[in-house]
């Protein structure tokens, strides 16, 4: 298609064309013809170019493909969290390489119980932590939260439990300067114990045990802050059932601070054994006082206490004496449906009567009298000797 348009201005950029009907063309003067000025008349030929647009399509399609296929199929990948060790007060985590994939890293976290516990410093090279300072037989919950340009990703909870302290399952040795002999019997005392025993120093090592301080794996261990015993500290754990304090079991600590005693397990058995007896005895009633043997009183008021010698005095009547000897309490009478009186004065029956009486009143009397036999004798009416009168008035 050919196009007359009047030039009506030219200036060193752009110039402004007029059509037929008056309108106004910007148009760029560097592609007109050459000594154009104000009043040229020029015509430009407009043609569509389709073997240029298919080319264009095309390179542009190739670069939307590219870059779906850079960012579009791959995205960070969430961390996964494991634990490799645990003792009594501290956790020992690791998880796998972190995937980026094109995105970049912002930060690496660490949280516990949902608080941040601190940021990991060289995410793309450090793939483990150490956590210590906390508390025996308690659980911890840990997880990490990755933030990249792509988004943030969080790991999956892990909840860990430290050990109480008879679980000697988390303490992990790396031996030192030992001699053979030394180390065999190091590694059976650990196998005992059920600790674990390794050949370097890493991030999980609880203790390096030794003699002498020297070599590579002892300057690791103790740049690593890892507390460096002798082979008696194993002992000592096997000894006591429990992990023990490492101060008196230092390359150059005092052998008496060393707290050697009895097992656990034999203080279990005795604690056992004596709160059993202190529940047994609480458990079972108390048996009641024995009461010490002692004479009973007589029916009546007027039968006197026992003496010293064990035999009974009885009470002297109104009438009697000093001299005048008293007469002994009589027995109480048989339990029978007819009672028999006792005869006052005469004779044989008085005279064996009195007999029987001496022989029983021998005897410590060991219970009262019941209320029977004393209403037996009420209703019969009768009267012993020494009831009501002495000695001397009792015919014999």
Known sequence: MLISLTVGKVDAGVAVLLTQDKRLI????????????????VDIAVARNLASETASQSAFQSLQNSIF????QRSPSPPVLRCRNATQTSVVLEWDPIQLAT??????SLYRN???AGSIPRPTEVQSTKISGLAVDTEYVFHLVLRTSAGTYASEKLAVKTHKMTDLSGITITPGVLPAPLRDS?????????????????IDTTHFVCIEGRGQMWEKAVEMNIPVVRPEWVEGCEREGRIVGVRGYYLNADPRLRQVGPGVGVQNQEGGRQSTQNRNSRGQPQPPPQPQPHPSPGPTESQGEESSH???TPARSNGATDDTPASPPPPPPPKNDHPVEPKLAGGDDEHKLRREDGDRLRKPIERAPSSESTEEEEEGGGHTPGDGGSFSEVAL
Do not use: H, M, Y
Request: glycine share 10%; hydrophobic share 35%.
């Open 103 to 108: 995105a970049e890293l912002r930060s690496l």
């Open 186 to 202: 190091l590694e059976t005392a650990v196998e005992r114990i059920g600790a674990k025993l390794i050949d370097t120093v890493r």
């Open 114 to 116: 949902g608080s941040k």
């Open 69 to 72: 296929t850079t960012f579009g």
């Open 310 to 312: 064990g035999s009974p």
């Open 26 to 41: 910007e148009f760029p003067s560097i592609l007109l013809p050459p000594n154009i000025s104000s009043g040229s008349i």
